[in-house]
T-cell receptor
Framework: EAGVTQFPSHSVIEKGQTVTLRCDPI?????LYWYRRVMGKEIKFLLH????????ESGMPNNRFLAERTGGTYSTLKVQPAELEDSGVYFC????????????FGSGTRLTVV | GQNIDQPTEMTATEGAIVQINCTYQ??????LFWYQQHAGEAPTFLSY????GLEEKGRFSSFLSRSKGYSYLLLKELQMKDSASYLC??????????FGDGTTLTVKP
């Protein structure tokens, strides 16, 4: 089966610009997560979708971040306007509903805000 | 919330055995996971424990004690390719995982 796909793999943007990251989870995985790793620190939770619904968005840093999962398939994470501290690697992960399954992570999007 | 602690770095010799510990405090526990992450790559799932005891998978084993809030990942017959970061993660009742900072393992010849 195809894995979790993220696009783009790298993005360099100027402060104040907008960037949209995309994640295509494994087909059939209802659970989709966004995580972020900043400056070599731990991987931090951003939000969790179950199908198209936001189950938990407690990790979203502020209202400059907007995530959507229309139709319960792929998801987008938009940062508008981007700030320097938003730089990091954004990981998407998905898993099926059944317990006992770990996440399958995408390769991540490395975002650099200059 | 969750609080997860694991050593920052460990070094071991090729062919040896290494144990990476993880302690956690949690307000709701629904499983403990270990992931391996090579530099510049995505984390990959290694193991899952939800009941106390040892789960073995080839060269890798993971142990859990829920009463002690403690887990370890045991790697046997170390190979150079095992050099990576090992992440301990605890899942809560809502299905969200919180990750530790990771342990960077360096395997030397």
């Amino acid at each position: 089966e195809a894995g979790v796909t993220q696009f783009p793999s790298h993005s360099v943007i100027e402060k104040g610009q907008t960037v949209t990251l995309r994640c295509d989870p494994i087909s059939g995985h209802d659970n989709l997560y966004w995580y972020r790793r900043v400056m070599g620190k731990e991987i931090k939770f951003l939000l969790h979708f179950v199908k198209e619904s936001k189950q938990d968005e407690s990790g979203m840093p502020n209202n400059r971040f907007l995530a959507e999962r229309t139709g319960g398939t792929y998801s987008t994470l938009k940062v508008q306007p981007a700030e320097l501290e938003d730089s990091g690697v954004y990981f998407c992960a998905s898993r099926p509903t059944e317990t006992g399954y770990g996440y399958t992570f995408g390769s991540g999007t490395r975002l650099t805000v200059v | 919330g969750q609080n997860i602690d694991q050593p920052t770095e460990m070094t071991a010799t090729e062919g040896a055995i290494v144990q990476i510990n993880c302690t956690y405090q949690t307000s709701g526990f629904n499983g403990l996971f270990w992931y391996q992450q090579h530099a510049g790559e995505a984390p990959t799932f290694l193991s899952y424990n939800v009941l106390d005891g040892l789960e073995e998978k080839g060269r890798f084993s993971s142990f859990l004690s829920r009463s002690k809030g403690y887990s370890y990942l045991l790697l046997k017959e170390l190979q150079m390719k095992d050099s990576a970061s090992y992440l301990c993660a605890v899942r809560d009742l809502a299905g969200k995982s919180t990750f530790g900072d990771g342990t960077t393992l360096t395997v030397k010849p």
